[in-house]
């Protein structure tokens, strides 16, 4: 499945920045189960469970390992701390 509007993604930790600009899908897992967020997702909060994350922008695919993490998404932003 091909998307084209973006959000703007930061994955941080206290340390270091994973991922930081416009991204077109996000997917992570929690307690419920897995999930994806796209843009104009709902505003949304909520802890990861340990996962990879996976991040598709208009330069690929990355993967990112996380232990735990908080995930928050207002309006057309997304942030994730992660290893917190």
Not at 10 to 23: D, K, L, N
Not at 69 to 82: M, P, R
């Amino acid at each position: 499945m091909k998307f084209k509007k973006t959000f703007s993604l930061t994955i941080f930790s206290p340390f270091q920045t994973y991922f930081e600009g416009p991204a077109l899908l996000l997917s992570a897992k929690n307690k419920s189960g897995p999930f994806d967020i796209l843009a104009d997702h709902a505003n949304f909060l909520c802890l990861l469970s340990p996962c990879e994350l996976v991040v598709q922008s208009a330069k690929g695919i990355e993967k990112i390992p996380v232990e735990r993490g908080l995930v928050e998404v207002t309006n057309t932003e997304a942030y994730v701390f992660v290893n917190i």
